[in-house]
């Protein structure tokens, strides 16, 4: 159960943490305020993953 929990910190992170940063850096550098708003809710739809991960896997460590 360990390494499921590490494969999907790191799938959540890798999909959303880094979605939602291009999310910004496309929002600056081209000033389109929808992604910047894209941006927001993908890093909190990552917060709220990482919770889901850890409530989840809880009980098994």
Do not use: E
Not at 7 to 26: A, E, M, P
């Amino acid at each position: 159960m360990f390494y499921i929990k590490i494969l999907l910190i790191i799938l959540n992170f890798g999909l959303f943490g880094i979605g939602s940063f291009l999310c910004f850096i496309v929002a600056v550098t081209h000033g389109l305020d929808r992604l910047l708003v894209g941006g927001v809710f993908l890093l909190l739809f990552t917060f709220a993953n990482q919770k889901i991960i850890n409530k989840f896997f809880s009980s098994y460590d």
